[in-house]
């Protein structure tokens, strides 16, 4: 029954700390259970599909291996789309009489899976230290890329990897084809111990060659330079269905030839001790049959002596030893190796009272006596002479000489470091060999293993280096730390007890070598008198005294330091002398800035090739940090209670908001937020900024400036909090000290003075400015500068002010009003023209924070000339105001005013990502990190102004441009957002697009398609959450502050609209129809094909009238669907804007009701629909993309389809549908062979009747069913009495519940769900299941099963949640509206439970083998998500890839759309599911597939998808070959159902394809 097991190859490959290897037969996962061959005993090994392990021997699978090295596994030949991998199982016995258990599986495409599962059980806190070897690259170690890595992993200081094992089942390893091997030993965390093979790495050869004897463990180094690869290949000829289960066994393989077989009872005799060999294998295998059960002393050497007993008998009987290796797995002659070994034999166990050995603990083997392991990759050291005493120095001398081989002898350092250190006695030779090298030989006397820790040297006392290329070591076994340092372990010398060794050789001329001596533990640390030793070809260089050369450095280095402050001084005293203006404040200088000349004609920038992982933010995103739907109550109260004082001036404003940042950023975000929306409504004038009080200019722009301060630090210091911090900042300018501020004021009158107007509007304006000026000023002045420009036509000037919300009103209502309008004459216009843009410079450097003309000017340093005596000079911002940088805002700025947005936003976003070094959470400081926030928000912003500029053009420019420019406006939301991986991913995807676009791709729109859905639905949640986070606040603050009620209704909208997201909504919403267009797709998806008559309804979501009964035909206009809900009685279409997928649960459902269902793409076609509310239309589907809408009669209508249905009870009229309550047959669980019609449903049946039927790489789970009405039963049982007697009252009040009452059905489906929930279970059920269980090899959980507050433990608890939790699923909300919809009776609804191991998939697909959209019976439509199947079939947003596929042609499937879900689910380690399977599901008329739960025991873990790096989008080939096996799996299932199918299956990341689900299509 498991024909999935390619073949099974037994060999060890790694050197055991102590005793024997036992190796068990290697078993895929999830494949069922393994059937004893015919005519074996309980004792027998399991054995494989003879016709599999030909099939195996003819592809050229590995087989049992015992020499010094493994060569690579040959190439598989590939039958099929997926099939078997090789399998091997490898035992390390570890301490405390545990075993680490390695299952190696490689798949015809060379993935290799390993395996690894501690029995029997992992010491708690246990990790797995580990690296991979590349051969191609390094024989040092390798990291994986980060996807590959297991659940939990880090990288240890860029060196290692280190895993923690699961709680649950194995720690799973995925590599590439391109490992060769894996180095490990084992940490346990709780208490520092590490496990490894006497002092080397574990190591685990996959292929290439071994490493050399002796070799030692290699330090790990990194690497990048490692792509996976995918080459799944599924080019296959027709493949014959496997043999019927009946006949799998009936070919047993011939076992090996039996050289001079041992028989009889002599065999017992002489090879005694190799026997426990086998009696610890027969001995485990037992217990594992018996579903490793806790056991006790005495039950251990009951499970013992009956292994010895049954071998003995067998060798008595005749049977060879060699027959019973191969039954039993062990490696032949490893039982006669073993007895060769032993002297003098031990007695035969048959004599005497059979006892384990020390140790034996299940599920570890049984210990055996010392057998000959095979060579792994190490040759055996020869066994050491005898010494007796200490070496001599003479000893040590005639050792050193030998060691030099030759070499002259430069000096000799002896020395005696004293009885107490770790190593006493040293001796160190400098020598020169006669090829030149320098030759370092270091002897220490030590009671422990010491390591040499050593580098090159250049001078003494210099920085440890890298030794140079061509040196050597001896012992060969050095490594590399991570740094320049390496490390050798001196080798123990056989003929000086006590004494270590190491040589280095190393080609040094002047430069020397430099080291230091380490115990094997790094407990102690030897140097040389407090220094480093040092060998020199100079013995004078090498004894030099470090010390005092260090002490000398220092000294010179602070005179150094102290004579360069002093010259600085100097030059800012001289400085200070030469100019006539004191140093200003605020950090002006009073150098005079130089404009810098640019060319007039802007340049094409080229962007860097950024790494767009490096701008992801986890942290930051708005309303993420506590703010959304909640108030901040007292930072409400304080905003609120400050707003009288904060009335007199915006001085005073700001002073108040400056005090109060604190308080608010003590509440948190929410406490900010209520500061964001202060200011927000300040900036859209609902508060007073002036109430009769002269300010002057430079005491605003100083208030500003201590404000702003404080929010740039905030923005620096609190990654949680930088979305609402720039927000606070766009919304007020940037401030300014000293002359900056003083200038308005001063400016004003030069400019009425130079040309001439001290009177009328300009007067007015500038007693305003004078007293109280505000950011109503920048408008002004741009107004009268248009004003002049247009030869003073006035409409110019109120259209300038009127688009920035400045009215006649509002400037008479100033404190200093403004009613007069400008007029002036042609001889002042081109004065006033360039007087008036030098003061709007003034004006926007106080008032205008994200002006981007301003915030590059602050950046990059701007001169103005001396007004009042006092000139303006802004020095550049050090490290910013880069070439580069002023050549970026010089195109951003040029290519802007010459109307080229593409350049001018390649040339913006280049200079965003130039900046990220500050402006990123936690960046690089800067003393004025608020100008270079502040220029961040000018370029975010003047993004959005290109964007909108040209919007009206993009439908005449090239596809590619819009393309480009749509990834730039991604990419500034994505650089301007926290918390913004799915932005991220989603621009990775767009860049792909962008390539396949200019590369001429095939499907390039069709995958732009699927990335502006997802980028739609990440800008979906970006509004939603904006929303939650500001409206409540809004509403808060608003009343109290006298807000316009219009404006606080709109206000969280309006919001939205002035972010990034607005732009690149509005791209997308000009690209989405060009890219339909382009893919051949319509306006209109059809996923119901149904002709409809009704009257229209508009609804939000489709949940919100599950409860609901239309009393005419009713079609649905939905804004929201997810998939998962049931449509309500008397609707017969169904139309929305959501896409969810074709074989989602509410698609299927539409088509088993014969209701129309469709996704409509047009914005604008929704919106005539929205308007269309009422009125009666027929809606006639054209194909699978058009829907035609035409009004009809509404008396044409007729009655609605279950418009009887007006009681809004628990009964409904009948359907003519009947279920068939079912009784309880005796049975709590069953395995899959005694399924019937009578005890399971249809799911659990169609499984079990195509075992055998299939393909062998077509994959079936095994399976255990808890039968019908098993939920009565327990039920009945005294221990749930109360529960029984609760239930059976909440039953009763559903019974006559008013179904229109949507809150209170809600409200009861919950109680009788955790009423069910609290049920225990019985002992007849624990026995049956675990005993099913162990018949069909499903690993049982561990604990006790039972709900967790009533003696549940452990993952066992987790399973009795599950089960029960399918079992409440009878009462869900959808599947007691659709009973009742169809008029069954609910209460007869009988569910069993089917357990299944979970497919830890890469991919999920679900089949339809008669397209539904087209009810083509030649063409099977199928889609498929990333990870698990749930985020196919359950409420996920985005569209899954699908595909058709004729079934003349299954090779070549027609992708019809790519996915654009965000997420995936994904179970990281083996675990089971419960799966609900009722008589409900079955019912011809009655759409019951996916009513009811199926339910994981450890919930499956939602991950974001990045389809760039996904194979099934980014690999055309790989795409090609994974549908192509897809699409020949669905056909052989239909042609062995005789039927079509609706198919649920995954593929595995090995590869490996599995069915686990397959019913009747309806």
């Known amino acids: 029954r498991c024909r999935n097991v390619a073949c099974v190859a037994l060999s060890a490959r790694v050197k055991p700390v102590r005793g024997p290897l036992y190796l068990t037969e290697a078993m895929n996962a999830g494949s069922g259970a393994l059937a ?200 296959m000829p027709p493949t014959p269905a496997s043999p019927p289960p009946g006949t799998s066994n009936s070919n047993a393989a011939a076992a090996p030839p039996q050289h001079a077989a041992v028989r009889g009872s002599s065999a017992v005799n002489e090879l005694a001790a190799g026997l426990d060999v086998l009696f610890g294998v027969a001995a485990y295998l037992r217990w594992e049959q018996m579903g490793k059960p806790r056991v006790d002393e005495d039950e251990k050497h009951r499970i013992y002596s009956d292994a010895v007993n049954h071998i003995t008998q067998r060798l008595n009987s005749g049977e060879s030893v060699e027959a019973l290796e191969t039954e039993f797995g062990v490696p032949p002659g490893l039982v006669r190796q073993t007895a060769a070994l032993a002297a003098p034999p031990a007695a035969a166990p048959a004599q005497a009272k059979p006892t384990p050995p020390p140790g034996f603990t299940p599920p570890a083997p049984p210990k055996a006596a010392p057998a000959p392991a095979p060579s792994y990759g190490y040759d055996a050291a020869p066994a050491p002479a005898p010494v007796v005493g200490e070496a001599t120095p003479m000893d040590i001398a005639n050792l050193c000489e030998a060691r030099a081989n030759g070499a002259q002898l430069l000096w000799r350092r002896e020395l005696n470091l004293g009885q107490a250190n770790a190593v006493k006695l040293m001796v160190i030779e400098g020598r020169r060999t006669a090829q030149g090298m320098m030759q370092m030989i270091v002897f220490g006397r030590s009671d422990q293993g010491i390591v040499l820790h050593w580098a090159g040297l250049d001078q003494p006392a210099g920085e440890w280096k890298n030794p140079p290329h061509g040196w050597s070591s001896m012992p060969e076994n050095s490594w590399g730390t991570g740094g320049a340092s390496w490390e050798t372990e001196m080798e123990a010398l056989t003929t000086a007890r006590g004494w270590h060794a190491a040589t280095i050789e190393a080609p040094c001329d002047r430069d020397g070598l430099v080291f230091v001596i380490r115990t094997a533990d790094s407990a102690h640390w030897i140097k040389d008198d407090g220094q480093d030793f040092m060998c020199f070809a100079d013995e004078a260089t090498t004894l030099t005294d470090v010390r005092a050369i260090v002490k000398k450095r220092k000294e010179e280095e602070r005179a150094r330091r102290k004579a360069e402050k002093e010259e600085q001084r100097r030059r800012e005293r001289e400085q200070q002398r030469s100019s006539p203006q004191k140093l200003k404040r605020g950090g002006l200088s009073t150098t005079t800035v130089k404009e810098v000349k640019m060319p007039a004609r802007p340049e094409v920038i080229k962007r860097k090739d950024w790494n767009h992982d490096e701008i992801k933010m986890h942290q930051g995103a708005f309303g993420h940090a506590g703010a959304a739907g909640n108030v901040a109550g007292g930072s409400v109260d304080n905003i609120c209670n400050s707003e009288e004082g904060a009335t007199r001036s915006l001085m005073h404003r700001f002073n108040i908001a400056s005090d109060l940042i604190p308080q608010c ?85 030069v400019v009425q003075r130079n040309n001439n107007c001290m009177g009328g509007m300009m007067e007015e304006w500038h007693q305003k400015l004078h007293n109280n000026t505000s950011p109503d000023d920048v408008p002004i002045c741009e107004a009268l500068i248009k004003f002049i420009a247009a030869d003073c036509d006035i409409s110019v000037y109120w259209d300038h002010l009127h688009a920035n919300g400045i009215t006649k009103e509002r400037m008479a209502s100033y404190d200093r009003k403004i009613c007069g309008e400008p007029s002036f004459k042609p001889d002042q216009y081109e004065g006033l023209t360039r007087d008036l843009k030098e003061y709007l410079r003034t004006l926007k450097a106080v008032h205008s924070g994200a002006d981007l003309d301003s915030a590059a000017e602050n950046v990059m340093g701007y001169h103005q000339d001396a007004c009042k005596g006092k000139e303006i000079n802004m020095p550049p911002v050090t490290e910013v105001a880069t070439d580069r940088m002023r050549s970026l805002l010089h195109s951003a700025r040029g290519f802007r005013d010459l109307g080229e947005p593409l350049h001018s936003m390649e040339a913006m976003l280049e200079a965003r990502r130039e900046l990220w070094n500050w402006t990123r959470p936690g960046g690089s400081d800067n003393s004025r990190l608020k100008d270079v926030i502040y220029l961040d928000l000018a370029l975010e912003s003047a993004v959005r102004q290109v964007v909108e500029a040209n919007l009206s053009s993009m439908a005449t420019r090239a596809p590619v441009d819009v393309l480009k420019m749509t990834g730039l406006a991604l990419e500034n939301l994505a650089l301007s957002s926290g918390g913004n991986d799915e932005l991220v991913i989603c621009l990775q995807q767009w860049q792909g697009v962008v390539g396949s676009a200019m590369n001429g791709g095939n499907d390039w729109a069709l995958q732009a398609k699927s990335v502006v859905d997802r980028v739609n639905n990440a800008l979906g949640e970006v509004s939603q959450r904006y929303i939650n986070a500001l409206q409540p606040t809004a509403h808060a603050m608003g009343g109290r502050l006298g807000v316009d009620g219009h404006v ?258 809600q409200d009861l489906l919950g109680r009788i769900r955790a009423c069910i929930m609290q049920m225990v279970p019985t002992p007849e059920l624990v026995d049956e299941m675990s005993r099913a269980f162990a018949a069909e090899r499903l690993p049982w959980p561990e604990g006790h099963l039972g709900p967790e507050g009533a003696g549940g433990s452990g993952a066992a608890a987790h399973a009795w949640a599950a089960v029960t939790g399918v079992w409440a699923s009878k009462y869900n909300e959808r599947a007691v509206l659709s009973c009742r919809k169809a008029g069954l009776s609910h209460e007869n609804v009988s569910m069993a439970v089917l357990c299944q191991p979970v497919v830890q998939s890469q991919y999920a697909f679900v089949l339809h083998t008669t397209n539904p959209q087209t009810g083509d019976p030649n063409e099977i439509y199928g889609e498929v998500v990333c990870g698990m199947g749930e985020a196919l079939v359950g409420n996920f947003p985005g569209r899954a890839l699908s595909f058709v596929a004729r079934k003349d042609d299954l090779t070549n499937a027609r992708v019809t759309g790519f996915p654009s879900k965000a997420n995936g689910l994904f179970t990281d380690a083996p675990t089971l599911i419960f799966r609900s399977d009722s008589n409900g599901e079955d019912l011809e008329g009655f759409a019951g597939a996916g009513l009811y739960d199926s339910i994981q025991m450890h919930e499956a873990k939602l991950r974001p998808v990045d389809y760039s790096r996904d194979p099934i989008v980014s690999d055309e080939t790989f795409r090609a070959q994974a549908l192509a096996a897809i699409a020949h799996a669905a056909n052989e299932i239909e042609q062995a159902l005789g039927s079509p199918q609706d198919i ?8 490996a394809l599995y069915v686990v689900q397959t019913r009747p299509q309806v």
């Open 36 to 235: 004893a061959r015919s005519g074996a005993t309980a004792w027998s090994r399991r054995v494989v599909d003879p016709a599999l392990r030909d099939a195996s021997r003819r592809t050229g699978s590995a087989r049992p291996s015992v020499g010094p090295s493994r060569a690579r596994r040959n190439a598989v030949e590939v039958r099929a789309a997926i099939l078997g991998e090789v399998t091997d199982m490898i035992g390390i016995p570890l301490p405390e009489g545990r075993q680490l258990i390695a299952t190696v599986k490689t798949n015809p495409q060379g993935v290799h899976t390993i395996s690894l599962q501690c029995e029997p059980n992992a010491p708690l806190g246990l990790l797995l230290h580990w690296g991979v070897i590349r051969s191609a690259v390094s024989q040092d170690w390798q990291l994986l890329p980060p996807e590959l890595n297991p659940p939990g992993t880090v990288v240890y200081k860029q060196k290692a990897l280190q895993s923690p094992f699961p709680a649950f089942g194995a720690l799973q390893l995925v590599l590439d084809p391109g490992v060769d091997a894996v180095e490990f030993c084992l940490k346990v965390e709780t208490t520092g111990d590490w496990i490894n093979d006497h002092g080397r790495n574990f190591r685990i050869e996959l292929g290439g060659s071994p490493v050399g004897a002796g070799a030692a463990p290699r330090a790990p180094t990194t690497s990048n330079s490692f792509a996976p690869e995918y080459t799944l290949d599924v080019r």
């Open 665 to 749: 950023k003590g509440e948190g975000e929410a406490g900010l937020v209520a500061m964001a929306v202060w200011f927000r409504f300040m900036a859209l004038r609902q508060l007073v900024w002036n109430n009769d009080y002269n300010i002057k200019p430079r005491e605003i722009s100083a208030a500003q400036l201590k404000c702003t301060t404080q929010l740039a630090a905030l923005h620096k210091d609190d990654p949680a909090m930088r979305d609402v911090t720039r927000f606070i900042m766009a919304t007020i300018g940037r401030g300014g000290d000293g002359d900056v501020g003083q200038r308005i004021r001063d400016e004003i009158l």
């Open 1048 to 1305: 606080l209704d709109i206000f969280s909208e309006e919001v939205v609209r002035g972010t990034p997201a607005a732009p690149l909504s509005q791209m997308l919403r000009a690209l989405d129809p060009r890219l339909r267009e382009m893919s051949n797709m319509g306006s209109w998806s059809i996923v119901s094909p149904v002709e409809a008559a009704g009257v229209i309804e508009v609804i939000n979501d489709l949940k919100d009238v599950q409860n609901k009964t239309y009393s005419v035909p009713t079609v649905l206009v939905s804004r929201r669907v997810g998939g998962e809900e049931d449509i309500p009685p008397g609707v017969v279409g169904l139309i929305t804007p959501d896409m969810p997928d074709v074989l989602a649960h509410t698609s299927v459902r539409a088509r088993n009701e014969r209701v129309l269902f469709a996704t409509v793409f047009d914005a604008g076609r929704m919106s005539e629909l929205e308007g269309m509310h009422g009125q009666a239309v027929n809606c006639a589907p054209v194909g699978a993309d058009d829907l035609r809408i035409t009004s009809v009669d509404p008396s044409s209508l007729g009655a609605a389809p279950g418009a009887g249905a007006v009681n809004m009870s628990m009964s409904a009229p009948p359907s003519g549908v009947n279920i068939a309550k079912r009784e309880f047959m005796g049975r709590y669980a069953v395995p899959s062979p005694e399924f019937t019609g009578a005890i399971v449903g249809g799911k659990s049946r169609n499984l079990q009747e195509l075992r055998g039927r299939l393909p062998d790489w077509i994959n079936l789970p095994a399976q255990v069913a808890l039968p019908f009405c098993t939920f009565d039963a327990v039920l009945a049982h005294p221990n749930n009495g109360h529960i029984a007697q609760h239930l059976q009252g909440l039953r009763q009040e559903l019974e006559h519940l008013d179904f229109s009452n949507q809150a209170a059905f």
């Open 1544 to 1551: 649920e299956g995954c593929i595995a990341a090995d590869g």
